[in-house]
C-alpha cells in the first residue's frame, strides 16, 4: 500500500507502507550506508501511530462507541443528581419525618451521656449536634417558606405604590404590575394546581391498593366461610358488614372531602405568618448586635408549627380508624379483622391460616402507608403548595435546565448539537423533570434525586441509540478514514 513518496539526494525512492520490520532495518542499512543522513525512522514512527490509529478505529468503533455512550449516560446520571440536589439546596424542603428523627438521634445521645464518663462526653456532644442540625433544618425551612411566600405575592397580588410620591410614576408600576400578574398569576395558579393534582392522585392510588389488599383478605375470609358451622357464619357475615361500614372512612369520596378540609384549615396561613416575617426582618435589620441570639432563638419551621395541631388530630384520627380494622401490634390491641382471624383459625389447616395472617399483613401495611400518604405527606406537600412553593422549584429547575442549553450551544456543527441534545441535554432535562414529578408524588427527596438521576442514565443510553440511527457507524467511520488518509498524504509529502 503506498500513500506518496519521499525525496533524498536527488534520488526518487517510493515510500510503501506497512512494511515488514526486516525490510525496514535493511533500507536503514542502504541509507546509511552511503553516509546519508537516518531519515527514515521518523517517519515510520509517524506512519505507524497513524495506521495503529486507522485499524483501531475501523476495528473497536463500535466497542468503543458503546464504552462512549455509557460513560455518557453515567456522565448525565450523575448531572441530573447534581443538578436535583441544587434544586433542592435553593428550595430546601426538609420533612418533619426527619428533623423528628435528628430529635430522637438527639433524645437517645442525651440519655447514654447521662451515664458520666468518657462516653458519656461523647453522647453530650453528638445530642447536641444532632439537637443543633434539626434546628437549622427547622429554621432553613422557614426560610424558604418567606423566599415562596416572596413570590407569590409578586405574582398574585396586587401592589398599591403607596410609597411612590410621583403620581405618573405610580400610575406606570400600576399598569407594569396589572400586566405581570395578568400572565403570572394564571401561570402560578396552573403550576400549583398541576403539583396539587398529582399529590392528591398519588393518595388516591395508595387507598387504591390498599383497597385491593382488603378486598383479597376478605374475599379468603368468605372462600373460608364454608368450613365454619352454621352459627358462626352468620357471627362472620355480621362482623364483614361491620367492616364495610368502616372502610367508607377510606373511600374516595370521604378521602376527598378530608382533603379539601385540609385546605381550609390552611386557608389563613399566609395571613398568619406574613406579619410574624416583617417583625422578625425588622428587629434582624435593627437590633445589629441581637441577631444571633435572634436566629439562635427562632430555629423553628412556623409554619409547620402553626399547623402541627392540626396534623396532629387528623393523623391520630385516621390512624384510630386504620387500628379499629387492623389492629395496633405495638399496643397490643387487635382489630375487626383480627376478629374474623380468630373466628376462622381454629378451623383452617396451618397453610390456610398462614395465607389468611399473611394476606391481613399485607392490607395491614398498605393501609397504613396509604393513611400516612394522607393525613402528613399530602399535609406537609399542601402546606408548601398554599405558601406557593411549587413555582418556586419550577423556576429553580429551569435555571438548571439552562445549564444544559448551554451545553448544547457550544457544540461546533449542526451534527454535534444534535448529539449532544439527543445524548446530554434532553435526558438530563427529563431526569431532573422525572425528579421533580416525583416529588410531587410524595416520594422523599432522597428516593426523588436517585430515581430521577437514574431515569437521566436511561434517557441518556436511549438517545445514544437514536444517535447512531441518525448518524450510522459506518458513514462516520468512512468520513473519518478518508480525513485520515488525507492527513497521512500531508504529513509523509510535508
Not at 397490643?332 to 395472617?357: C, F, M, Q, R, W
Amino acid at each position: 500500500m503506498s500513500f506518496g513518496y519521499y525525496t533524498y539526494n536527488n534520488v526518487n525512492r517510493p515510500y510503501v507502507g506497512f512494511r515488514s520490520a526486516p525490510a525496514q532495518e535493511q533500507t536503514a542499512k542502504n541509507n546509511t550506508a552511503g553516509g546519508l543522513p537516518i531519515i527514515t525512522k521518523p517517519i515510520e514512527t509517524v506512519e505507524n501511530a497513524i495506521n495503529n490509529t486507522v485499524d483501531t478505529f475501523v476495528k473497536t468503533s463500535e466497542e468503543e462507541e458503546k464504552k462512549t455512550s455509557h460513560k455518557t449516560a453515567i456522565a448525565v446520571g450523575s448531572s441530573v443528581l447534581v443538578l436535583s440536589g441544587l434544586v433542592a439546596l435553593l428550595n430546601p424542603k426538609f420533612s418533619g419525618k426527619m428533623i423528628n428523627k435528628l430529635k430522637m438521634m438527639s433524645h437517645k445521645a442525651g440519655t447514654k451521656a447521662q451515664k458520666g464518663g468518657t462516653k458519656g462526653k461523647f453522647y453530650e456532644t453528638m445530642s447536641k449536634f444532632w439537637k443543633g442540625v434539626g434546628d437549622i433544618f427547622q429554621f432553613t425551612n422557614t426560610l424558604n417558606a418567606g423566599k415562596d411566600m416572596g413570590f407569590k405575592w409578586l405574582c398574585t397580588e396586587k401592589k398599591t405604590f403607596g410609597s411612590v410620591k410621583n403620581k405618573t410614576a405610580r400610575n406606570v408600576l400600576t399598569k407594569c404590575d396589572t400586566g405581570f400578574r395578568s400572565v403570572m398569576s394564571r401561570v402560578h395558579n396552573s403550576i400549583t394546581g398541576w403539583f396539587d393534582g398529582i399529590s392528591k392522585r398519588t393518595v388516591q392510588g395508595n387507598y387504591k391498593k390498599a383497597y385491593g389488599k382488603l378486598d383479597a383478605f376478605e374475599e379468603l375470609a368468605k372462600y373460608y366461610k364454608e368450613k365454619l358451622p352454621a352459627d358462626k357464619q352468620k357471627i362472620l357475615e355480621a362482623k364483614l358488614k361491620e367492616i364495610k361500614t368502616s372502610r367508607e372512612y377510606f373511600s374516595n369520596s370521604q378521602v376527598m372531602d378530608r382533603l379539601k378540609t385540609q385546605e381550609k384549615l390552611m386557608s389563613n396561613l399566609e395571613t398568619e405568618l406574613r406579619p410574624r416575617y416583617r417583625d422578625y426582618a425588622t428587629r434582624l435589620v435593627h437590633d445589629k448586635g441581637k441577631r444571633k441570639e435572634l436566629i439562635k432563638n427562632n430555629m423553628s419551621f412556623w409554619a409547620e408549627d402553626t399547623l402541627m395541631p392540626a396534623r396532629n388530630k387528623l393523623e391520630q384520627e385516621g390512624h384510630d380508624i386504620v387500628t379499629s380494622l387492623v389492629g395496633d401490634i405495638n399496643r397490643g390491641t387487635t382489630g375487626k379483622y383480627n376478629e374474623v382471624i380468630a373466628l376462622l383459625t381454629p378451623h383452617l389447616s396451618k397453610d390456610e391460616a398462614i395465607l389468611l395472617g399473611k394476606r391481613l399483613k399485607q392490607a395491614d401495611k398498605s393501609l397504613h402507608k396509604a393513611n400516612f400518604s394522607e393525613t402528613v405527606e399530602y399535609f406537609d406537600k399542601k402546606r408548601d403548595l398554599m405558601l406557593g412553593g411549587a413555582p418556586t422549584d419550577i423556576l429553580s429547575g429551569l435555571a438548571m435546565v439552562g445549564l444544559s442549553g448551554i451545553a448544547v450551544s457550544t457544540a461546533d456543527t449542526k451534527e454535534d448539537r444534535i448529539s449532544k441534545a439527543i445524548t446530554t441535554a434532553f435526558p438530563a432535562i427529563a431526569g431532573i423533570g422525572t425528579s421533580m414529578a416525583l416529588t410531587a408524588m410524595l416520594f422523599s427527596g432522597v428516593k426523588s434525586l436517585i430515581y430521577g438521576s437514574v431515569a437521566g442514565s436511561l434517557f441518556s443510553l436511549a438517545g445514544s441509540g437514536l444517535n447512531r440511527l441518525i448518524y450510522p457507524k459506518n458513514t462516520y467511520t468512512q468520513q473519518n478514514i478518508a480525513q485520515t488518509e488525507n492527513t497521512k498524504k500531508e504529513v509523509i509529502n510535508a
